[in-house]
């Protein structure tokens, strides 16, 4: 015990508290969240996770952002290898957040509910923004390359952004009809590639 709590105070408790946390919220939810239990799973006092988060909202605050960061790299990595073309690169940028959606559930969810709130950090609206900015980008490359039709990106990528996240949330609530399951992220990728493509 007490070479684990030295461990932590040369800086691992953090990084523990958030796994440790991301795992209750996968399996309870995140009401059952909660510093103390935290501590009596890691095995540290119940008063040192408060060097680390105030409280049960800057856990959550923390969660959230670590969320952000990971779907903005698990973005960028799905551009790897892919090559320029816009078609192949939206397929993987769509299979690669639907992923981290079915993976990553509820914290998705709790992501989004703390972005909205209006404490929000500056450091999780910037995290949120970060995921956003990849698909706008990419919808711009695809307009200066031609194979996206022109307009303004509220108009172009909104009804990207509806299609990926509506179909992102139908699939973790298991709403999707069991036929579609199969194919319904390929029929709605090509509605994006339709809706998106040049007139």
């Excluded at 973790?172 to 339709?194: K, N, S």
Aim: net charge negative.
């Amino acid at each position: 015990m007490h070479t684990r709590n030295r461990r932590y105070h040369h800086g691992d408790l953090r990084a523990a508290l958030l796994t440790r946390a991301e795992e209750t919220l996968r399996e309870k939810g995140p009401a059952a969240l909660s510093l103390r239990e935290l501590a009596r799973d890691l095995g540290v006092s119940h008063a040192a996770p408060s060097r680390h988060f105030k409280d049960k909202q800057a856990l959550l605050d923390a969660l959230a952002l670590t969320g952000f960061e990971r779907l903005t790299a698990v973005l960028g990595a799905s551009q790897d290898g892919v090559g320029e073309a816009f078609a192949k690169r939206l397929d993987a940028m769509v299979r690669a957040y639907v992923g981290f959606a079915r993976d990553n559930a509820e914290l998705l969810d709790l992501m989004y509910s703390i972005k909205h709130d209006p404490e929000a950090s500056d450091a999780l609206r910037e995290a949120e923004q970060r995921w956003s900015t990849l698909v706008v980008r990419l919808i711009g490359e695809g307009q200066a390359q031609g194979e996206v039709r022109e307009g303004p990106m509220e108009r172009v990528g909104l009804p990207v952004f509806a299609a990926l996240h509506g179909y992102a949330d139908l699939a973790v609530t298991g709403m999707l009809p069991p036929e579609a399951d199969e194919h319904g992220l390929d029929d709605v990728i090509a509605f994006m590639l339709q809706g998106c493509a040049p007139a």
